[in-house]
């Protein structure tokens, strides 16, 4: 069976959230599509698809069917993607600015006219059959060519059996133009239909509401800046080193293994290692953190991070896509392309909008014209202003403006968010679980104690101390280990010139030791629930009061000595846990150290809960523990054992310093590997929740307000013209508030 593939579809030509809905609607029915979100902000559509039984093609002809357009990306690379999108971006803000000034040349003198005739300051002119054939001249330009957007995508709606915003605004502007042009062809033929034309109303609706379109499409250009940004900071050429020459070639050309040359002030290409060279590097564009990290031979270095003293000659180990940036930018574009849970409310209210508003606009005129006794044209005019009022829009935009600068400014600081739900759910977190070692620890425990138990005579010692000999057995047992404690003791041998052997067999004992056959010897290194003796009981209680980790080592079948590793906590660690618990969290330490060693820790953290003694897999079943209590929580780790945790935790947060498989299961990745990452998190999370509310607060707000003052008459259309094209303006103009967001 095949795989699901997911597609990203720029898509031009939305204009309403209902837009979005109906192209989203259309797909999610495709046979083999699983999944469509269709985002009006970002524009895009998101599908997740079965290759084996829907082809792109026909996915893109269903939209184009629908009536929108595709940008064709196909094979283009991330930075000409980036390109054509803000390129579409830039010609759609000029289509808008032209529109508008067309339509501002011929509606400023109609107003201007309408407004002198009604002061009476144009005398019998006004008066004259002419005046309202100028009137006519001057308004059909822009009802047909401003406004052919309103009729083109309001037909197109309608086809699709679902009304738009621009069926409102096309059935209120023609409702005051055709009135208009009634009249006057009322007045050839003799019919008195009513002495006054609403020509200047018709032109004004179009006009102002192109106003609103022109700033919202500026506004949305200006929510994708911080993928701009990142995107605009990788280096486009590099200097390579091949077949002993310097060469100059395009970034796209570097492969894995090339040799990179890159001089003082200049940003990495590619993602390497250092082969030689000294410097300092500035990584604050991926992590935040403004203070340059040192590197030296065998140090990483991150494309686009900046080479800030000396020359460096770096080993391509990723290029292009697979970039640390690439896959940044990657993450970031799709959480602003998917839908927050929150998002639903507005989408389902979209759904019914634009029908509700023309019954109550239907009403609004039947209740004036019979009840209110307030003859046609007045009838008509405040059912026009009904319908211009309301505007789907800013509920469309509320949600998906605000996850986009929320996200994109999260990653200026290293914090790369999922998706747009882990972005809602952090807000809910109520208790922080920390993973000790490599979270709360700079996770490089150094040997501290080596220690003979007596009684214990080293056999065939080969000229060692006995401590030194028992440190060349467990070095040499804990030689194919992986876990930081065994490398730990590996260091410890070769920094005290101890030598290590090729073990003859290794077995790891998940959450206990290591088992090995050293020479003929058969040596195990572990914690006490390998072996407990007595007579050693008060040395390990002395080690864990110090904070460090004891591991006992037998010796065919015997104890033979106790090693000691401790591991200090990174300087952020108590800084960042103290941040949390001024914001009223709960945090826990879960680590598989003993009780004493663990509280040792959490002292020096500042930590006041701790799970100790958890073997990895069971970390999962403490996080239900903690849910079980009413808790919302967010497990934070870096290591491959916390993978399950974090799957089970209701955020997840990774440190970027971690493995991959634990980044692939977080919500949430902080690139420093600070945990100072964890209250920016939240307090992002906390901004962009609070401005989304406030954006929904004033869609919902505006309508409950504006469409009942309409159906009263206290509205004029022109005024709801107006209030209705900036309603849009405001609510991504308040998300873009995020952009200045302090997450310090």
């Not at 047909?144 to 059996?161: E, I, M, R």
């Not at 590996?490 to 290591?514: H, L, M, N, R």
Request: hydrophobic share 45%; net charge negative.
């Amino acid at each position: 069976m095949s795989e699901s593939q997911q597609l990203i579809l720029p898509i031009t030509g939305m204009t309403c959230a209902n837009c979005s809905a109906t192209i989203e609607r259309n797909l999610t029915r495709m046979a083999g599509v699983e999944d469509a979100t269709v985002n009006l902000a970002t524009e895009t559509a998101s599908v997740v698809y079965n290759p084996a039984m829907v082809d792109v093609q026909d996915m893109k002809d269903l939209v184009a069917d629908l009536g929108y357009e595709i940008i064709e990306l196909e094979g283009v690379d991330e930075a000409d993607k980036v390109d054509a999108e803000r390129a579409a971006r830039v010609e759609e803000i000029k289509r808008q600015e032209h529109l508008l000034k067309v339509g501002l040349a011929f509606t400023i003198p109609l107003f201007l006219l309408s407004m002198a005739r009604d002061f009476g300051l144009l005398g019998a002119w006004s008066h004259a059959a002419w005046f309202n054939w100028m009137m006519l001249a001057l308004a059909t330009p822009v009802q047909f060519y401003v406004g052919k957007d309103y009729y083109v995508n309001g037909y197109k709606a309608l086809k699709n059996g679902a009304a738009n915003m621009d069926v409102l605004i096309a059935l209120g502007s023609s409702a005051a133009y055709f009135y208009s042009v009634a009249v006057i062809l009322g007045d050839l033929a003799g019919i008195n239909l009513g002495a006054h034309v609403y020509f200047e109303t018709s032109a004004m609706i179009i006009t102002l509401i192109r106003v609103g379109k022109y700033l919202e499409a500026r506004a949305k250009g200006a929510t994708s800046d911080a993928i701009r940004a990142l995107m605009d900071l990788s280096p486009k050429t590099a200097r390579v080193v091949r077949e002993g020459e310097e060469i100059d070639m395009p970034v796209l050309q570097v492969r894995v293994g090339d040799v990179v040359i890159v001089r003082p002030g200049e940003g990495f290409p590619v993602d390497g290692v250092v082969q030689s060279g000294e410097s300092a590097v500035d990584e604050s564009m991926l992590t935040g953190e403004p203070i340059p990290v040192d590197k030296s031979p065998g140090d990483q270095v991150i494309g686009a991070t900046i080479n800030k003293q000396g020359m460096l000659y770096v080993q391509a180990t990723r290029v292009g896509k697979e970039t640390a940036l690439a896959q940044i930018i990657r993450m970031v574009e799709e959480a602003q392309g998917s839908k927050a849970p929150i998002q639903q409310l507005a989408d389902r209210v979209s759904a019914v909008f634009v029908p509700v508003v023309i019954a109550i606009a239907a009403l609004t005129f039947l209740g004036w014209y019979f009840i209110g006794d307030a003859g046609f044209t007045n009838s008509l005019i405040t059912a026009v202003a009904v319908l211009v009022i309301a505007c789907p829009c800013a509920l469309g935009l509320a949600t998906p403006t605000a996850i986009m600068v929320g996200t994109g400014r999260g990653a200026q600081y290293g914090i790369l968010f999922k998706n747009s739900e882990a972005l809602e759910r952090a807000e809910q977190v109520t208790t922080i679980a920390l993973d000790k070692t490599g979270t709360i620890t700079e996770g490089k425990p150094v040997l501290t104690d080596v220690l003979v138990a007596e009684g214990w005579t080293a056999p065939s010692a080969n000229g060692y101390r006995s401590d030194h000999y028992l440190l060349h057995l467990a070095a040499s047992a804990e030689r194919g280990s992986e876990h930081p404690l065994g490398e730990a003791i590996v260091e410890g041998a070769k920094t005290q010139a101890v030598d290590i052997a090729q073990p003859d067999s290794f077995e790891s004992i998940t959450g206990a030791g290591v088992k090995a056959q050293v020479a003929g010897q058969e040596v195990v290194v572990g914690s006490k629930r390998l072996a407990v003796s007595d007579n050693l009981q008060a040395v390990l209680e002395r080690l864990e009061r110090e904070g460090k980790t004891a591991m006992l080592v037998q010796v065919n079948g015997q104890l033979a000595g106790v090693l000691a590793v401790s591991d200090t906590i990174k300087d952020s660690s108590a800084a960042a846990i103290a941040h949390l618990r001024d914001d009223d969290l709960d945090v826990v330490m879960i680590t598989g150290d003993n009780p004493r060693t663990a509280a040792v820790i959490a002292q020096q953290a500042g930590v006041d809960r701790v799970l100790a003694e958890v073997l990895p897999q069971d970390k999962a079943a403490q996080i239900i523990s903690l849910q079980e209590e009413g808790n919302t929580v967010a497990m934070v780790g870096d290591g491959i054992n916390d993978a399950p945790a974090l799957a089970q935790a209701d955020v997840s947060i990774a440190l970027g310093t971690g493995t991959d498989v634990a980044m692939e299961t977080a919500d949430v990745t902080l690139m420093s590997g600070d945990l100072q990452g964890v209250p920016r998190a939240l307090k992002l999370s906390h901004g962009t929740m609070k401005i989304i509310r406030q954006n929904l607060f004033w869609a919902f707000i505006y309508n409950i307000i504006g469409i009942p003052l309409a159906a009263l008459g206290l509205l004029n259309p022109i005024i709801a013209a107006g209030a209705m094209a900036f309603s849009s303006v405001f609510v991504v103009t308040n998300s873009l508030r995020l952009r200045k967001y302090k997450v310090e």
